[in-house]
């Protein structure tokens, strides 16, 4: 019964005034906060995913610690499809901290798509990624690669932003033309290693990137921290561990250096 009370009131929401629709809404919200039935409340998620209202947002942010997996990954979608900026730390938390994949997965994606939403406009930049340091004791050339890797990944999934071009990195006449900007990544891996407790084996690592113009090589915002991934240690491969830990860093360099100044540039309408 409870299953068809929820339906109608779904279905009604779009066919009422507003004062109406809006106690529907907070009754909804009410469902979401204390239904016992978590395919309730992911039906509660996906109509309010199509409700613009204020009381939404805070509602679905609090969602982002359901008990069930589902509710918590959907609630992260729905953010991302209302733009809700203000979730970003929330999510950018859960893509690091989740320990569902799924749930882990879709604020990544969450997280992905409110950034590009930030960075709107008809300039483009490039963002190319250039050497990297590793000065720890681990990991060789390897670490290094697959963090250039992470970055160039992670850049590239930005709105508006290019991190490749054929035959190398364009001139300063080739990004005129074409009336971009052009920027450089740099940086140092400080540290890598790991750690086995019990049948858990911890990676962590603590980096610094750095943008710079280019060809210009002024530096203008810069990335510093740390993260660690940690699974089972029986079967797990360093160099897949490496991946993910350098993955999770990439992120949250790109969401810090998009934040603190090329989201500017993007939705600046001139090329200086």
């Not at 190398?168 to 740099?186: D, H, I, N, T, V």
Request: net charge positive; charged share 25%; aromatic share 4%.
């Amino acid at each position: 019964m409870r299953h068809h009370q929820l339906l109608a009131l779904v279905v009604c929401l779009g066919l009422l005034p507003v004062n109406a629709a809006a106690d529907r809404v907070d009754r909804l919200l009410q469902i979401l906060r204390g239904d016992s039935s978590y395919k309730v409340r992911l039906r509660v998620v996906i109509t309010l995913s199509e409700v613009r209202d204020s009381r939404v947002p805070p509602a679905l942010t609090a969602a982002l610690s359901d008990e069930n997996h589902l509710v918590r990954g959907l609630s992260a979608q729905a953010l991302a499809q209302l733009g809700v900026a203000a979730a970003l730390p929330r999510l950018e938390h859960m893509a690091r901290r989740e320990r569902n994949a799924y749930a882990r997965r879709m604020a990544a994606k969450a997280v992905r798509r409110l950034a590009g939403m930030t960075l709107k406009g008809g300039q483009r930049l490039f963002v190319g990624v250039g050497k990297l340091h590793n000065r720890s004791k681990n990991g060789d050339a390897l670490a290094s690669q697959l963090f250039h890797d992470a970055l160039e990944r992670e850049f590239g999934q930005v709105a508006g932003v290019a991190t490749r071009w054929e035959g190398g990195p364009p001139s300063a006449e080739q990004l005129r033309r074409r009336q971009m900007k052009g920027f450089m990544l740099g940086g140092t891996i400080q540290s890598l290693g790991q750690h086995r407790s019990g049948s858990s084996l911890a990676v962590h690592c603590a980096v610094r990137v750095e943008l710079s113009t280019f060809p210009e090589n002024s530096i203008k915002a810069f990335y510093s921290g740390e993260t660690s991934v940690e699974v089972t240690a029986r079967g797990a491969e360093l160099e897949s561990l490496y991946r993910d830990v350098f993955a999770a860093a990439a992120q949250e360099a790109r969401t810090q250096i998009v934040r603190s100044y090329l989201g500017r540039q993007m939705q600046s309408r001139t090329v200086k």
